[in-house]
């Protein structure tokens, strides 16, 4: 952190201010009859150097394309993301190049996302060297002692994919992001795919990782219990919104929207007296028919008539903690 | 209904089953197979060149008084119309028939492999839709009437003719890569590779081409034995390869009118095209799984 800023306020990483996507489906022969799906349909958050926002929700409700739009590997359909000052969406293919060693990645699927043709190390290398990190005659040791640093042995340099584990693979993912010195890197559900106990290690390394080189997540999960367990801040997704965005503790203490207050109720206490379970009736509406207002007032189970007509905006209901409800 | 009763008893370890065993073996010969295709394709290249070192007669000296001549110690694979030696010939031929075959599928691999990378990887309108329709409009023709109108315009002439077997063959290579990149350019690994900052070229090249080698390599080992083929339908036609120089594809027309008097004149030439055919297509399966780091 630059000695001008001031400790008290957070500096701003990342800017996301009214990001869209919009897929479109043609129906029928003749082109003309075309559906919007609108997987990511007006976002707007900021991550601070150095915390962990995590970004929750359940699985179709745009948080995967979201993450992807905002590193522009989706082109969005409209907002603006801006990285360190520098808006993303506008920028020039080999300048976005370069900015891809300042914000990295890390896949949901360990098995999909390494090239099956590819030792590791050459895969690691060839991201070295791309953005200059090393010296190219420093470029194996330094490559090496990355899956050290990571938790793998040296020898896993001239290795192919498929001879590790989900858990080893994911490991290679992240000494893959972490070779270019990143400051910012963008986890899509990254320990999804692994069991629970190697969910535990991958979390507890990324953990330390980011104690030790300084980094900035936006951790993407539909799991609460990891995004609890990683997170600074937490926000909510549904249907390609933001509907509450708060600290952990006081996300988790105290939701506002009735869409949180019922993912809550639904997780088992083990020491308490059982609470009150909130059930959502029916399912989540398909993003090719959004419905009017409130996007959440169709399984509300608090919803009045003004939910069904006027959508309500994300508004800072404490201070640090925003939602998008009528009556919360 | 019997059921099958539990003993107890010591716990033996049983040997591999039935089938991971063949499994097992059908892994060693399918390694047989390519390592004795690629020693066939290497004693025709050899034979071609040292062809003529090794023919025992010129291949083009005539001897009315030895015409179709069956096979003897004199003349192992016997003598055509023109009394001339058909070993000798063959291993001339050779020389005309695997150039033909590798130089023009290595003409449509130069030309196919990267305008399909490129349709697939970019889909713009300017590649994809100008390449592919191109390629449609290419395929929809039929290959050899279309070889034979290219040789015709470029003049006949071996050169010619591999050069128009080869853009003949392009479009199968085109639209080939296109696909197997269209799969490819979906899966994660592409997207990490841009997500970590890599170039798009870099990314067609390191990437995805080594992921789609298999079946380009299957292609092109298919091709070159349909380029001999049609090596030899255009020598037929007077397109190809010149008289008196011999090709195997020539020969077999040759031969054609006295299939039932002197069988020999096409029997050896076709048993060799055959023989080229299936070693270059099990040698080109073998590299595939050779460079498949699973499989190795």
Redesign the interface.
């Known amino acids: 952190m630059s000695i001008m800023s001031d400790p008290s306020v957070p500096e701003k990483i990342l800017e996301v201010k009214d990001l869209k996507k919009f897929f479109y489906a043609h129906k029928g022969l003749i082109g003309n009859h075309r559906q919007e799906i609108k997987a990511v349909d007006g976002i707007n958050f900021s991550v601070f150097r150095g915390e962990t926002l995590g970004i929750v929700g359940e699985s179709g409700c745009g948080k995967s394309t979201m993450g ?1 739009a905002i ?1 522009q ?1 989706q082109k969005p359909t409209e907002g603006s993301v801006t990285f360190e000052g520098i808006e993303l969406t506008r920028l020039k293919n080999h300048k976005l ?5 300042d914000i ?2 890390i ?3 360990p098995f ?7 030792t590791v190390g050459a895969m690691l290398k ?2 070295v060297q ?2 200059h990190v090393v010296k190219s005659n420093e470029t194996k040791e330094y490559v090496e002692n990355m899956l050290e640093q990571v938790g793998l042995k040296k020898s896993f340099y001239s290795r ?1 994919p ?1 001879e590790f584990s989900g858990g080893q693979r994911q490991r290679i ?1 992240i000494a ?2 972490l070779a ?1 010195k990143p400051k910012m890197i963008v986890c899509d559900e990254a320990v999804s795919a692994l069991d629970v106990s190697v969910q535990a290690q991958i979390l507890n390394l990324l953990q330390r990782l980011k104690k030790q080189y300084g980094l900035t997540y936006l951790f993407i999960s539909h799991d609460l219990s990891v995004v609890k367990h990683i997170s600074d801040r937490v926000a909510v997704m549904y249907l390609g919104q933001i509907v509450e965005l708060a600290d952990k503790k006081e996300m988790f203490n105290n939701p506002l929207h009735p869409y949180m207050k019922a993912l809550l109720s639904a997780i088992p206490l083990v020491n308490q007296e059982s609470r009150e379970r909130i059930i959502l009736k029916g399912e989540v509406p398909s993003p090719l028919n959004i419905p009017k207002g409130c996007r959440f007032h169709t399984r509300c189970p608090f919803a009045k008539a003004i939910c069904s007509e006027k959508v309500p905006e994300l508004e800072e209901k404490k201070e640090g903690h925003w939602a998008a409800c009528h009556f919360a | 209904m019997e059921q099958p009763q539990l003993k107890a008893g010591p716990i033996t370890f049983s040997k591999p089953s039935k089938k991971v065993v063949s499994r097992r073996s059908s892994k060693i010969l399918k390694h047989k197979l390519a390592l004795m295709g690629g020693i066939f394709v290497a004693v025709l290249i050899l034979l071609a060149v040292f062809a003529p070192l090794i023919a025992p007669y010129s291949p083009i000296r005539q001897s009315y008084a030895e015409a179709l001549k069956p096979p003897s110690s004199a003349h192992w694979f016997g003598t055509d119309t023109l009394g001339r030696d058909l070993f000798s010939r063959i291993i001339f031929g050779a020389q005309v028939s695997l150039k033909a075959g590798l130089i023009s599928v290595g003409l449509a691999l130069l030309i196919g492999v990267p305008l399909g990378m490129i349709s697939g990887y970019f889909r713009g309108l300017w590649d994809d839709l100008i390449i592919m329709r191109v390629t449609d409009a290419m395929l929809a023709f039929p290959s050899l009437i279309l070889a034979l109108t290219l040789a015709a315009v470029l003049g006949p002439s071996l050169n010619h003719a591999m050069i128009a077997i080869g853009l003949v063959f392009t479009p199968n290579f085109i639209r080939l890569v296109r696909g197997e990149v269209l799969a490819q350019r979906e899966r994660e690994y592409v997207t990490a590779a841009k997500a970590s900052g890599l170039k798009n070229v870099h990314i067609m090249i390191r990437h995805i081409f080594p992921n789609i080698l298999g079946p380009i390599i299957v292609q092109a080992t298919l091709n070159v034995a349909a380029a001999i083929i049609a090596e030899a339908s255009l020598s037929y036609l007077g397109l190809g390869t010149q008289l008196p120089t011999p090709s195997w594809g020539a020969m077999l027309a040759e031969g054609q009118g006295y299939l039932q008097q002197a069988p020999w004149i096409s029997i050896f030439p076709g048993l060799f095209i055959f023989v080229a055919v299936i070693s270059i297509n099990v040698f080109g399966d073998g590299i595939r799984d050779w460079l498949d780091p699973k499989i190795k």
């Open positions: 992807r590193l590997l190049r370069k900015l891809r060693k990295q990645m896949f949901q699927d999909g996302s390494l090239n099956p043709r590819m060839e991201t791309t953005h192919y498929h993912s893959r992001a270019v």
